[in-house]
Each structure stands twice: as C-alpha cells, then as structure tokens.
C-alpha cells in the first residue's frame, strides 16, 4: 500500500510523536506514547471510533458548582467490518500467538491483544482488550535500560492479573460481527475456499464483503457427488 500511505493513516490516529516512511516502520521503529497506543486500539475495540481519552472530567468548588468540564470528543477513523477484522486477528494473539500464554494466567474469556518488545530489549508491551475493556501494559526504564523480558515475559503478566482482579470484564462473552463482513471455509494451507472433506484443515475466516477468495484451493481438488460414492465403494471393497 506504500509507506507514505501508512504515515498517512497512523497520522488520522492522533500520534504526537513523528512518523516518517521508513521501511523499519512495520517493525514499529518510532517511539509512541503508551496512552495514545491504548487510545488507537481502542479504535479496534469500538467499532472504529477513536475516543478521546479523559483523565480530568469535572473541575468543581467547595460549592460543587462546575468550574471547567471536559468533554468527550468522538470521531469514526475506520469502518465497523474493518475494525472487526484486525480484532478478529488479535483475537489469534490470545490463542495460538504471542499471547497464548494468557491460559497459564487463568484468562480464559474472549481477548484480542498484541505484544510488543524492541531492540535490545528496551521496551515490553502488551495491549488486550475484551468486548468490554481495554487496557495497556508497558515496562522499561525512562533512561532506555534493556529490561532483558519480552513484552509476552514482562508485560502480559501484570496485565492477567488486572484482569483477574475485575473478572466482570472478562467473559465468553464475543465482538459482534457488523454487516459487510462474510464468513468463508478455506483451506489453511492456501487460503483457498476450501474444497470440503478433502482439504485436511479448513478454517473458518472472516473477510470483507467482496474481498474473500472465489476460487477453491487447487491442493485438495472439490469431488463431485458421484465421484464421492463412486470412491466410496472402492474403499468398501479395499478394506473387504
């Protein structure tokens, strides 16, 4: 897509701190603030709006008469689908990813999230959301320090045992699939439509209306009806 293009659309998400279209980019070479990150996932997590995040609501008197009231400003960066498709990826994280290791923290609900860990080790991250609640992890040291832990090591832990401390928000609770995203069974070595009790490991994936794969996987032909039975009894009287 261009890296001008992605400069671009980390822009719309509010960073304060410059990006520039490097390719080290994709490895997430620039610096962000901990609360911007939370904030821009919670652009996933909301259905793609991005929230603006509130540490002081109301200033009142001794009177309780309001003095300064701030306000919450709401504004729609992506599509319902498309958010649900990255939560959809993040929700792999949780399960056979980086962050699998959440089971052995006893969190067993619905999480979407991502670890992070930079060069030499400065930086640990780790970003998890339910359908309810989001929150983010960072462990370093101010003056760059290698902390020696990945985010997965350092990170994850102190965000389980949050989770573990508000258990309302952690359920089976799922993110509800918004209109213009199509579920297709592909087989999970091509990512081909999947050609049915021949393909050894389809997977149910969730694509964007008018962007999932037509054609069936070319490893694991489609059998006819016919052919089916046909092979069916020739199996039959093999094991006779």
């Known amino acids: 897509v261009g890296l001008d293009r992605l400069v671009k659309q980390a822009r719309q998400f509010h960073f304060t701190k410059p990006f520039k279209a490097y390719p080290s980019l994709a490895l997430g070479a620039f610096e962000v603030i901990p609360v911007e990150l939370a904030r821009a996932y919670c652009t996933f997590a909301s259905d793609g709006l991005l929230p603006y995040p509130l540490s002081l609501k109301d200033v009142a008197d001794e009177n309780g008469n309001i003095l300064k009231q701030s306000?919450?400003?709401i504004k729609r960066l992506i599509s319902p689908a498309k958010a649900f498709i990255i939560t959809d990826m993040l929700k792999g994280v949780a399960t056979v990813g980086t962050a699998r290791s959440l089971?052995?923290?006893e969190i067993s609900g619905i999480v979407a999230g991502k670890t992070?860990?930079?060069s030499n080790y400065k930086?640990?991250?780790?970003v998890g959301y339910t359908p309810d609640i989001l929150a983010l992890v960072w462990v370093g040291f101010d003056n760059g320090d290698s902390i020696s832990a990945t985010g997965s090591s350092a990170a994850l832990p102190i965000w389980a045992d949050l989770m573990k401390a508000i258990p309302q928000y952690i359920s089976d609770a799922d993110f509800k699939m918004p209109s213009g995203v199509v579920t297709r069974t592909v087989c999970s070595e091509t990512g081909l439509l999947s050609a049915g009790?021949?393909?050894p490991e389809p997977m149910e994936e969730y694509f964007l209306k008018g962007h999932g794969p037509e054609e069936y996987c070319p490893i694991h032909p489609k059998q006819g009806g016919l052919k089916r039975i046909i092979d069916g009894i020739k199996g039959f009287f093999k094991k006779e």
Request: glycine share 12%.
């Open 103 to 105: 089971g052995n923290w």
């Open 71 to 73: 306000h919450v400003n």
């Open 197 to 199: 009790r021949k393909c």
């Open 123 to 126: 930086d640990a991250w780790f």
């Open 116 to 118: 992070g860990t930079t």
